[in-house]
């Protein structure tokens, strides 16, 4: 079985950044390609980001050049680094391991002044 738990949400003001973590269990998280998305009221939810086993990154127009995924396997962890945030980033953001149903139960970002 495996369990995703993201953190790192929070308030923030226009122009911010913020941190989101996804920590893993699973022996064979270094195998998984990870997934972020996010899910705005009233909206589908939506990919963000991801990142393959490799390291390989792919981004939603709406945030590339802001945001960065990263992974760190040694930890079972995922992060998505939010920069330069506007108040359409404001969402509940899950992380996923790609391809399966496998989600986390998401945290909440809010950008606004």
């Known amino acids: 079985q495996v369990q995703l738990v993201e953190s790192g949400g929070g308030l923030v003001q226009p122009g911010g950044s913020l941190r989101l973590s996804c920590a893993a269990s699973g022996r064979y998280f270094m195998l998984w390609t990870m997934d972020w998305y996010r899910q705005a009221p009233g909206k589908q939810r939506e990919l963000v980001a991801s990142?393959?086993?490799?390291?390989?990154?792919n981004y939603a127009d709406a945030v590339k050049g802001r945001f960065i995924i990263s992974r760190d396997n040694a930890k079972n962890a995922v992060y998505l680094h939010m920069n330069r945030l506007k108040p359409e980033d404001t969402a509940v953001y899950y992380c996923r391991v790609d391809s399966t149903s496998y989600w986390g139960q998401g945290t909440q970002v809010t950008v606004s002044s």
């Open positions: 990142i393959t086993s490799s390291g390989n990154t």
